[in-house]
């Protein structure tokens, strides 16, 4: 029975959470307790009646009712006096007319001590009993026990008057009665004093020393308490309490005391009602922040700063990237750029941080060096990789003979008898015709054959013409011929054998293709000059002259019969000279080609 | 929640008795190791004895500890010896509502939780009159050695029980003088008959001293001193203090007299428990005093001390009793014996304890 009950009760309190009462006068809760009074005890009822019929007939577990009739007590009351009467939470159920209105005459329980002594659904507790008013409740619950009595007022000595449905003997009474400090204090919300609904309430709290935990008992009178929206009161001297009357809503409530730290709390001021806000504050300390940036300082666990960036914060307080170096030996980690470590002799760090072998590549521009076989470079475009270094790369395109156009290599040689004319064919002399119109000198531009040779004094143009040598310049000029090994050039005056569309070439880059005669001049600034001859089937030759301004000086070069079976390099390194010292041109001051070439030639 | 709160009443009831210890060990060292006369075997030792100056409440009896006196010491139950408790689950609490000595030392004790009186005596075993009523709530010695039980609430009258618990008579309590019965606040059997106090201001004399109803109903203002002489009243003035006044027997009815004292305490008076007198004339005022508890649960802590004036008003001293911490509803636990003895019904968990405190 108690169980079915108990649970109607829960039920009821559930659905009770979204009822609302209505504001109430405090004449009109004792009224229902003077409506009540008289009736029966009803253990978890609420029943009454405003014309004080039907008393109730015991209804429930009250075999000593006093109001059945005596000769059906002990258990056989008959219902003659009705199903009416209540226990003490119901009737201050009724009297408060919680969670919502109900009628005298319905019985309703929807709340038991329990909840009025441990809930404050539609009630607020009193900070003391001593200052409730008519209409108040007073209630105890403890292990299974309860009681509750609706308050009237006060006598004389201050006990107090009060409606209760006492028990099965007395059932439902008004009375003075003994209050101890068993039971609390509780007052109903929305009660109306006078004509007017009431608006405010009390906030009040003590000031302590927060120990973080349950213990308040050290006080700090003197400490200044705030209210959001206005208003500041200081807790009073010994305990420390503070109180403000403000209007129902919530409000932030900050105590400040010198020497402690602030503290807020949010509480909610209950119309009518006193609720507690008590605030601790914790001492207030200085930081020692000494030696550190970051983290929490020792003394009091403030912060000392914050890092930024990829840097974190050392237990020792201080910014510091962490470097990850997961996966490297070596060089620089990713996040901080600090070493991961160092590789041994002849390794070097890879760019993934592993160590490897180093490559000694010296002087190689290109190729594979010879300790680890790594590459030494790569050569850019037009340049080819001779194994070592970066050499021009001919670009002999459709020429088949003659020196390709960019390095002044050769394209390859004609059969004998044949002459390679200025695209870089093999033609036959007799069938390819001089086209030499207007021109008196120079080569022709259809065969390279020569239109003519102006006298010593006088120099070839551009334009095929003869013309007196510049005062600013010299002309040197001569045959290209071949000779088996190196000699003056007396030798090479008297040698037989002059080769046509040779290509001479100067150190500065400035170069001459020889007739088909072997015939060739140059106009070139006064000073000394190495020439360089290049013909196909043969190894370079030189010479080396002087340059007289005004004047024409004569300067034969020799070729010289091609190694079979050497390699380009080789058949560089088996070039003759003949002359004088070679003169160390500008860098940069010829074409690629042109400078690579004369590069060989010094390091030879 | 229920380990909660048994472990906050016991440590209420630990900080109880601690507090009252602690009074008494100001002064009453010894007092631990004297058994009181008249104590049961296995009986407590007597503790919470104590008085003071104005204000603040000292040991009362400083190294002589027969100024503390355990009359008994009951087990709650039904048993002989026993006395009832009711804790009902949604209802008024109770313990043994009233108790009175007589003149021999006999405390005679209202048990009517178990329907009966019982009657303890030094040196004898307990013995019971069984109570046709369990509604009684005040208990008075008639002057004809009969008993008579005041019931504000069932019957709502003043029965005269002999030494078998019959009923000799039965005096209804309404009527002039006394519109509601449940504001009556005491009963007092005078020479002249059974009066009974209203709202703790006026007496209404509603027997005569032979059981039978007075039709005259007298009232008077106040409640008679000892020696019949003067009439006291007692009220709680402001929240720390209470005033007693007092006037002369002759003048019953006038309700002006003369301010004898005003009392301070140091907690917020919640409410009297006692005002008597003794022979020699000094005034008993007890009090129930209360300190809220600066938690926000709304509980209060208690004291309980009985002031002692003389009979001009001088504060002799006070004594700090054990408070009453439990739920149970009593309507008298504490009364004054003609030599100033102030007598305790305690109860605890354990059960009721009589103790005598001699200023």
Known sequence: MKKIATATMALLVTSSLLATPEYMTRDQIIQYGKWAKGYSYWWGGSRFRDDHTQLGSCSGSCPSCSHCPSSARNGSCNNSLGEYGGDCSGLVCKAWQVPSPVALTT???????????????????????????????????????????????????????????????????????????????????????????????????????????????????????????????????????????????????????????????????????????????????????????CGADPVCGKSCGTCTGIETCSSSGQCECVADCSGRACGPDPVCGLSCGSCGDGEQCSASGQCECQPQCGDQMCGLDPVCGQSCGECGDGSVCNGTQCVCAPQCGGRVCGLDPVCGQSCGACGEGLLCDGSGRCVDPA????????????????????????????????????????????????????????????????????????????????????????????????QQWTLIASAAGYADGEATCQATAGAATECYVAVYPALKGTSAPEKAAVGWHSGCAAIEPAPGAFPLGLALLALLRRRR | MKRLATTAIVIAIAAAIVAAVLLLDRGVRNAASVAAPGASPGASIAHGAAMAAAGTAVPVATADPRRVREIFKAPWGNKLGELGRDLPG??????????????????????????????FKPGQPPRAIPLANDGYQDIALTSRDEVALLDRLVTKSVDFVDD????????????????????????????????VEVQHSRLVRVASADGKPDPERPTVIGRFSYDGTLLLTAAVDGDNAAVVITKPVTDPLSPAGTLLARVPFAQRLSHLLALDSDLTGRIFLGAYLIQPKDDGSGEVIAFEQVVVLGRDGRELGRIALPPHTGPEETFRRIAVDSDGTVYQLGLDESGATLRGFSP
């Open chain 2, 164 to 195: 078998r618990g019959q009923v000799r008579s039965s005096v209804p309590l309404a009527g002039e003088g006394i519109e509601e019965t449940g504001s009556v606040t005491a009963m007092f059997a005078q020479d002249d008959g059974i009066w």
């Open chain 1, 431 to 526: 069938s390819c015709s001089a086209q030499c119109e207007g021109r008196v000198c120079g080569l022709d531009p259809a065969c390279g054959k020569s239109c003519g040779l102006c006298s010593a004094e006088l120099a070839c143009d551009a334009a095929g013409q003869c013309v007196a040598i510049d005062p600013s310049q010299g002309k040197l000029y001569g045959y290209v011929v071949a000779l088996a090994e190196p000699g003056d050039q007396a030798e090479m005056k008297a040698a037989s054998k002059r080769i046509s569309q040779a290509r001479v070439m100067l150190d500065d880059g400035t170069s001459a293709v020889a007739d088909e005669n072997g015939y060739f001049e140059l106009l070139v600034t006064p």
């Open chain 1, 107 to 293: 019985n309703s329980h929807p709340y038991s001590t329990y909840h009025f002594r441990n809930n404050t659904t539609h009630w607020s507790r009193l900070s003391s009993w001593g200052n409730a008013k008519k209409g108040d409740a007073f209630v105890y619950n403890y292990d299974g026990h309860g009681h509750i009595v609706l308050y009237e007022k006060g006598d004389p000595w201050g006990l107090p008057y009060v409606y209760e449905c006492k028990g099965c003997s007395p059932g439902c009474v008004y009375n003075q009665k003994d209050i101890t400090s068993s039971y609390i204090a509780i007052r109903r919300v929305k009660i109306t004093e006078g004509s007017t609904a009431p608006s405010t309430g009390k906030m009040m709290g003590a000031v302590y020393l927060n120990k973080d935990n349950d213990d308040m008992s050290e006080r700090l009178p003197g400490a200044t308490v705030t209210a959001s929206g206005g208003g500041s009161t200081t807790a009073r001297e010994g305990d420390a309490l503070w109180s403000f009357t403000l209007n129902a809503g919530t409000y932030t409530f900050t105590a400040a005391l010198s020497g402690y730290e602030s503290a807020s709390r949010s509480c909610t001021v209950v119309a009518d009602g006193e609720v507690w806000c008590s605030i601790g504050l914790t001492p207030s300390c200085t930081p020692d922040c000494s030696g550190r940036e």
């Open chain 2, 90 to 119: 949604e209802g008024s609490p109770q313990g043994p509502m009233s108790f009175v000595v007589d003149a021999s030392g006999q405390a005679y004790v209202l048990d009517q939780v178990n329907s009966r009186l019982q009657i």
